[in-house]
């Protein structure tokens, strides 16, 4: 983080505030509450809706104990204010429309009193949900040119996991302990490995160089990564023992060729059209990029997969459902040409430790030869 509150930290301040606002009158109004309940939930807005910015502003420039300690109910409550805000919002647009169709039972406190449940209950299931060990998700995938010995080579992705101040080691290392189980062939990292601008946490490369794989591992860098210009993040991988791929192409084992690149956002524009023109296309590729777009020169000739992330599949309910057109390939298995895509949801969380309706995840692919 910088040491100043930027831009983007400033419209989430006022995004908190706005959402703290509208929650303070509905529970003020639809409740029907007394004078002196007004005031206590107005006061808790506010303080709430200050306690955002001033926890950022802090955290910003100092590491550990308190600051540590502020930082993560700040998110929490950023994220739990968002889902209050929605739920209540839509619920109220349903209500008013039941009222004016003449169902008077629909403005009613009990209802009311119902709508602060169904908030609660789905706050819940974030702050559960958002907790969890990535779960395992098994995939085959079907690649043309796949030598016969390479049948049921498996491989282990791990994006987003935004290692940091809100996700702790703990994490990784749970996630290192289902790998183990796995023994996959290869184990590659697709981006915003760690959260940018903050200290890795202490023992992180010791858990790395702890995952094994038959044919190693290889990273390529996120968008968060390349917040501080990517060499940072570059550097501890490589020292890792994890191959860096930044418009890069190898053979780990005969037959199968992994390339990969920078975040297609903030790295080299041109990264994919230079790839693309030195591959072997009588192989099979996989192919790294944190985007789940751009790549199209790579999937327009030859066979293989393509592994990318980013999305969080939304993260939070409803963010899903409004990204969704935002991007060539949102979540999932896809299909372009002769390649497969598959797009992660994520094994952690960007800002507030919360996941609704959009599980994290640890997808290993087991490649098949196809025809």
Request: aromatic share 14%; with cysteine.
């Amino acid at each position: 983080m910088k040491g100043h509150f930027h831009i983007f930290g400033l419209g989430l301040a006022l995004f908190h505030l706005a959402f703290n606002i509208y929650i303070a009158v509905w529970l003020a109004f639809r409740l029907k509450l007394q004078p002196k309940g007004r005031f206590i939930v107005y006061e808790a807005a506010l303080l709430l809706s200050a306690f955002y910015p001033a926890a950022r502003v802090f955290a910003a420039s100092r590491f550990g104990g308190f600051a540590d300690a502020m930082l993560w109910p700040a998110f929490f409550s950023f994220g739990i204010s968002f889902i209050f805000f929605w739920v209540l919002l839509v619920c109220d647009l349903a209500l008013s429309a039941l009222k004016a169709m003449g169902a008077g039972w629909a403005w009613s406190r009990p209802v009311f009193i119902a709508v602060l449940g169904a908030a609660i209950i789905f706050s819940g299931l974030a702050a559960w949900s958002g907790g969890q060990t990535p779960r395992l998700k098994r995939i085959e995938v079907a690649v043309s040119n796949l030598p016969a010995a390479l049948d049921g080579f498996t491989i282990v992705q791990i994006s987003d996991l935004h290692l940091g101040r809100m996700i702790k080691l703990k994490r990784l290392e749970k996630i290192a302990g289902i790998i183990k189980g796995l023994k996959p062939d290869l184990v590659v990292f697709t981006g915003d490995f760690s959260e940018s601008r903050e200290p890795m946490p202490e023992g992180t490369c010791g858990v790395i160089k702890g995952i094994t794989a038959l044919y190693g591992k290889a990273a390529v860098l996120g968008n968060h990564d390349m917040f501080t210009g990517g060499e940072p993040a570059a550097a501890f991988f490589n020292n890792c023992g994890v191959k860096m791929l930044r418009g890069t192409v190898y053979e780990p084992a005969p037959g199968l060729l992994v390339a990969g690149v920078d975040d297609l956002r903030r790295g080299d524009g041109a990264a994919v059209r230079k790839l693309a023109a030195v591959l072997d296309r009588s192989k099979p590729l996989l192919f790294l990029s944190h985007q789940p777009q751009g790549f199209d020169e790579i999937t327009a000739a030859g066979s293989g997969l393509v592994l990318s992330g980013h999305t969080h599949k939304g993260q939070i309910f409803p963010f899903g459902p409004l990204e969704r057109h935002m991007f060539k390939y949102f979540y999932g298995l896809y299909k372009a040409g002769g390649f497969s895509i598959y797009v992660t949801s994520g094994a952690g969380a960007w800002g507030p430790p919360l996941r609704l309706f959009a599980d994290s995840e640890l997808p290993l692919f087991t490649l098949r030869s196809g025809v």
